[in-house]
């Protein structure tokens, strides 16, 4: 899309103030001071573009772009599909959602379309169409933003109709799909496609593999609307570029496959900074694991399209950034590889629920209050380090992270139904390898693990066989690979696997699983080192499940913990098998933060991954590489020294390595 500069600016929503000719004015003026150079317009326009059914006023729109372009302000231009009329709700009855209880919603909010209807795609189209004949050729526009969130999903009676052809097309007969969900527990054998309904509270509950075909058949219909939309335009543009903005660990739509679709990622990030229950560096690394999600979904550089300059309002509580933490977040975007810094919203809106959402702009207008001043300091850094602008990030560590694992999780009854705990068992891998400076990507069970030195797979509950295949060749050929409880157990149906478990996978790890034990919450087993083992891990507690495994009796793993209470005391809690010219470790729980820090502090070394900074860095400071750029962040609220440069409280430096020396760029 673009390689010269890092995009800076945000939502923009003219429309609520055409009847403010000097606002608009203002508009402009204070873009150039905050060094916006990008703006996203016509989100939630349609009311305003298409006032009356087949009456489109286009004009407004395009005054609004080219007195931005002749301000040196591009347009990221939005399809307005998320947010349909009134007069279109109450006029056809069929474009809203029916919900899981099979009530028809009333005209309210937004994101609430039913993707299937034919109208409401008849009428997308159009309103496309005219954006795209207007606006197609325009060197303003430099990307297309189809809807706005999406998410959600319709029990109509079109949709309906649908998943039973998506079942078709995916089983070919009943006999299959029977065999599939195991339908025949408790009777529920289906004989003819009509008796088939999507899960619903006073309806069909117990076929998990309804549960987890209903979720893939909805993430399918996102990715089908998204590309009906794309193609809309694509038909009248030909070199258009299109992105839809994701969001943060989102359920409903599978990310890898939607991937393929998009041009460019780009999501909406809100923290929830100065939480209590954690500290700063804790969400600064749960929001790069996000990050580099995204990164990783097209392997490319990303956009961040919303975040908020100040605040939100829709948390629990509404808390400010404090002085340092708008530019610390800016710039670990930027290094994990996003090419923007965007916020939602540029001028605070007079009503409505988003009223008190932070913006650059507020209702006082100033430019001394401190969300304007410290945007325009993002601004003005990002055109000093405008040179990562399309730089890449290396290959060092993989994560699985599967949707349709995590659906299967989530809708599996047992071992613990207090909560499985999915993206905390992630967060506790990646914690530890982003600490300690390692590039992370998150992959699909589809993905190539070519490039890699590990490989983490984190509760694979669902195992597809040929990415068991592939793991095993990995670690043949001289990867290292972690492999945690939980995995392994069922296929891509939710069956479970008959034989020995994890599936696939009990050779490359040089073990089986016997048992699995729930814990309550609180609850924990006692694990200690083995003397002599390879690898030296600390003591530690197992906790959420505890899994017992039987070695293997021809070529057994090495315990490197094992437990030390309960009636499974001394099975391996923790094993390393080497198999061919790599390594496989196994983790039978979930451990406490420096059991992770000592694994993957020894692991990175074995698979030779090297660390971001060249040198240890004080507790706090992240170190983030990104091309030839380093970037030290500084998560405490003291000042911090890192490689010669003086960090000030939630600061941030950015070097470049040229011929092995570094020059500081901010």
């Known amino acids: 899309m673009q390689t010269q500069r890092l995009l800076h600016g945000g939502d923009y929503n003219p429309e609520q103030w055409l009847d403010r000719p000097d606002i608009l004015k203002q508009d402009l003026e204070l873009m150039k001071k905050a060094h916006v150079n990008v703006v996203t317009l016509g989100v939630f326009s349609w009311s305003t573009l298409e006032?009356?059914?087949?009456?489109?006023?286009?004009?407004?729109?395009?005054?609004?772009?080219?007195?931005?372009?002749?301000?040196?302000?591009?347009?990221?231009?939005?399809?307005?599909?998320?947010?349909?009329?009134?007069?279109?709700?109450?006029?056809?009855?069929?474009?809203?959602?029916?919900?899981?209880?099979?009530?028809?919603?009333?005209?309210?909010?937004?994101?609430?379309?039913?993707?299937?209807?034919?109208?409401?795609?008849?009428?997308?189209?159009?309103?496309?169409?005219?954006?795209?004949?207007r606006f197609g050729g325009d060197p303003a526009v430099i990307l297309w933003h189809i809807s706005n969130e999406m998410g959600g999903d319709c029990h109509c009676p079109l949709c309906q109709a649908e998943f039973r052809r998506w079942l078709k097309a995916r089983y070919?007969?009943?006999?299959?799909?029977?065999?599939?969900?195991?339908?025949?527990?408790?009777?529920?054998?289906?004989?003819?496609?009509?008796?088939?309904?999507?899960?619903?509270?006073?309806?069909?509950?117990?076929?998990?593999?309804?549960?987890?075909?209903?979720?893939?058949?909805?993430?399918?219909?996102?990715?089908?609307?998204?590309?009906?939309?794309?193609?809309?335009?694509?038909?009248?543009?030909?070199?258009?570029k299109f992105t839809a903005n994701l969001m943060y660990r989102f359920h409903d739509i599978d990310y890898h496959k939607l991937a393929r679709e998009l041009d460019v990622v780009s999501w909406d990030n809100y923290p929830t900074w100065h939480k209590s229950t954690e500290t700063v560096e804790q969400t600064a690394l749960d929001t790069a694991l996000m990050h580099d999600l995204f990164y990783s979904l097209k392997g490319q550089p990303f956009l961040l399209m919303e975040s908020s300059p100040s605040f939100t309002n829709w948390q629990p509580v509404s808390?400010?950034?404090?002085?340092?933490?708008?530019?610390?977040?800016?710039?670990?975007?930027?290094?994990?590889?996003?090419?923007?810094?965007?916020?939602?919203?540029?001028?605070?809106?007079?009503?409505?629920?988003?009223?008190?959402?932070g913006a650059v702009v507020g209702h006082d207008g100033r430019t001394d209050a401190r969300p304007f001043q410290e945007t325009a300091q993002v601004g003005a850094a990002l055109e000093q380090i405008a040179v990562a602008a399309g730089m890449p990030r290396a290959k060092q560590a993989a994560i699985v992270h599967d949707w349709s694992n995590m659906w299967a999780i989530e809708g599996s009854a047992g071992p613990r139904n207090a909560g499985m705990g999915?993206?905390?068992?992630?967060?506790?891998?990646?914690?530890?390898?982003?600490?300690?400076?390692?590039?992370?990507?998150?992959?699909?069970q589809d993905s190539?693990?070519?490039?890699?030195?590990?490989?983490?797979?984190p509760m694979l509950y669902l195992l597809q066989e040929d990415f068991a295949a592939r793991l095993c060749d990995f670690v043949r050929n001289g990867g290292t690979a972690v492999v945690t409880?939980?995995?392994?157990?069922?296929?891509?149906?939710?069956?479970?696997?008959?034989?020995?478990?994890?599936?696939?996978?009990?050779?490359?790890?040089?073990?089986?699983?016997?048992?699995?034990?729930?814990?309550?919450d609180g609850e924990y087993r006692r694990c200690l080192p083995v003397y002599g083992a390879p690898v030296t891990l600390p003591a530690t507690q197992g906790s959420v499940l505890c899994e017992v495994a039987a070695l293997s009796d021809t070529d057994p793993a090495l315990p490197l913990l094992t437990y030390e209470e309960d009636y499974f005391a001394g099975a391996p809690?923790?094993?390393?098998?080497?198999?061919?010219?790599?390594r496989a470790y196994y983790l039978a729980s979930r451990f406490t933060p420096d059991f992770y820090t000592t694994l993957y502090t020894a692991l990175a070394a074995e698979a030779h991954l090297t660390p971001a900074s060249p040198e240890p860095l004080p507790q706090g400071v992240l170190g983030v590489r990104r091309g030839a750029l380093l970037f030290l962040q500084n998560c405490n609220d003291t000042p911090a020294e890192a490689l010669g440069c003086s960090l000030p409280r939630y600061g941030t430096a950015v070097l470049r390595e040229e011929n092995g020396r570094w020059t500081r760029l901010l």
């Open 172 to 240: 070919g007969s009943l006999e299959a799909l029977n065999k599939a969900w195991n339908a025949r527990f408790w009777s529920h054998d289906i004989t003819d496609w009509d008796q088939i309904e999507s899960p619903a509270p006073q309806g069909e509950d117990c076929l998990q593999g309804l549960t987890l075909d209903w979720k893939r058949f909805v993430s399918d219909r996102h990715i089908d609307f998204f590309r009906f939309e794309r193609d809309t335009i694509h038909a009248i543009v030909p070199d258009a």
């Open 485 to 520: 409880y939980w995995s392994g157990v069922v296929n891509e149906s939710d069956l479970c696997w008959l034989g020995d478990t994890p599936h696939g996978l009990t050779e490359l790890l040089g073990l089986r699983r016997t048992e699995i034990d729930g814990m309550y």
């Open 573 to 582: 809690a923790a094993a390393v098998h080497t198999y061919g010219q790599g």
């Open 422 to 444: 999915y993206w905390k068992e992630l967060a506790c891998h990646y914690n530890a390898l982003a600490q300690a400076g390692i590039t992370v990507d998150f992959i699909g």
């Open 448 to 457: 190539a693990l070519d490039g890699y030195g590990l490989v983490v797979a």
């Open 319 to 357: 808390k400010q950034k404090k002085p340092g933490i708008a530019m610390l977040s800016a710039l670990q975007a930027v290094a994990h590889g996003s090419d923007s810094v965007c916020y939602f919203q540029w001028r605070a809106s007079r009503g409505g629920e988003e009223k008190f959402h």
């Open 51 to 133: 006032p009356e059914e087949g009456v489109y006023q286009l004009d407004w729109l395009a005054d609004i772009i080219h007195a931005l372009y002749q301000n040196g302000i591009s347009t990221i231009l939005a399809t307005p599909s998320a947010a349909r009329p009134a007069w279109m709700a109450h006029k056809y009855p069929e474009v809203r959602r029916v919900r899981a209880d099979r009530v028809r919603e009333l005209y309210r909010r937004r994101q609430n379309y039913c993707y299937t209807s034919p109208l409401f795609r008849e009428k997308v189209r159009a309103i496309d169409q005219q954006l795209a004949r």
